[in-house]
């Protein structure tokens, strides 16, 4: 099975490439290897893990997510860090988290209420740094981690009472996107997409949070949006840019497999390839 390749440009072509199935399977990502800014590394995004959930006949959400970090053991070249767009059950992930062989960089779900939102930036303060959305720099690229899930609500919101802080998310990314300047790719990743023509969508964004946010993107545009909660593969663009509502590594909806994604940031954007641990 071929490469998955994306690009801003290639990507509306090879969304329907994947649709026909091409997207799965083996076969190495190509990448070119500059050094300093600019330059090609991995890092992997396991979407939705919901470890505290025990399906009936299956392996537990510990044990599937031990599948997950065997796999990205095995990966060559080693990722860089692991992205984790919420749903976790952190009283479970506090168990796994030393486990975890790569710097990790979760962000919260629906799943998370505040009391686990709180014991989450305890877990890893610096990442945190107090609040529950945040960014950082890797190698002179720019990751910003939204926190879009409130508690319980499935669908998604920039702003809520079970957020810390409870408003200003808005403010702050728009903040971000006006320091951009200097980074040749920018990603970011939360856990509600938002639902691609901007309809009203139980699952997804708010509509008037999905309207802003897909302005943003559009005038921005940035190299790529991973978010979960959809529990099966969706990928999309947002006026070109590519947008990948993930499938969770604890189970899916249509019998999908349940797996993670490699990116590989390239000099053209990033290359995304899902890899089953089913
Ligand atoms: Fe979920
Ligand atoms: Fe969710």
Redesign the pocket.
């Known amino acids: 099975m071929g490469d998955i390749r994306m690009d801003r440009r290639g990507f509306v072509a090879l969304a329907g490439a994947a649709v026909a199935g091409i997207a799965a399977g083996g076969g190495k990502a190509r990448a070119a290897a500059p050094s300093g800014p600019g330059a090609s590394y991995t890092f992997v995004v396991a979407a ?1 893990p919901h470890l505290a959930e025990n399906r009936d006949g299956e392996a537990t959400g510990a044990e599937k997510f031990r599948r997950v970090i065997a796999a990205v053991k095995r990966l060559d070249p080693a990722p860089d860090f692991m992205l984790i767009p ?2 976790l059950h952190v009283n479970v992930f506090d168990e796994l988290l030393a486990e975890i062989p790569v710097p990790v960089y979760p962000v919260a ?3 998370e209420n505040a009391e686990s939102r709180e014991r989450l930036r305890a877990l890893l303060p610096d990442v945190f740094q107090g609040r529950d959305f945040y960014a950082f720099d890797h190698k002179g690229d720019r990751f910003i981690g939204m926190c879009n ?1 409130a508690a319980i609500d499935h669908v998604g919101h920039f702003e809520t009472e079970s957020n810390t802080p409870n408003v200003g998310q808005v403010e702050w990314i728009e903040g971000e996107f006006a320091q951009l300047g200097g980074y040749p790719r920018t990603f970011l990743f939360g ?1 509600v997409p938002p639902e691609p023509a901007g309809k009203p969508d139980p699952m997804c964004l708010a509509q008037n949070d999905a309207r802003w946010l897909r302005e943003q993107v559009v005038r921005v545009r940035p190299t790529a949006l991973f978010f ?2 959809l529990h099966q593969r969706r990928w999309f663009d947002l006026d070109g840019v590519p947008v990948y509502g993930l499938r969770s590594c604890n189970w899916n909806f249509r019998d999908e497999p349940t797996g993670f994604v490699r990116v590989t940031a390239t000099a053209e954007g990033c290359d995304v390839r899902e890899i089953d641990t089913a």
Request: net charge negative; charged share 20%.
């Open positions: 939705d919420g749903d779900g629906n799943h899930a856990h979960g909660h």
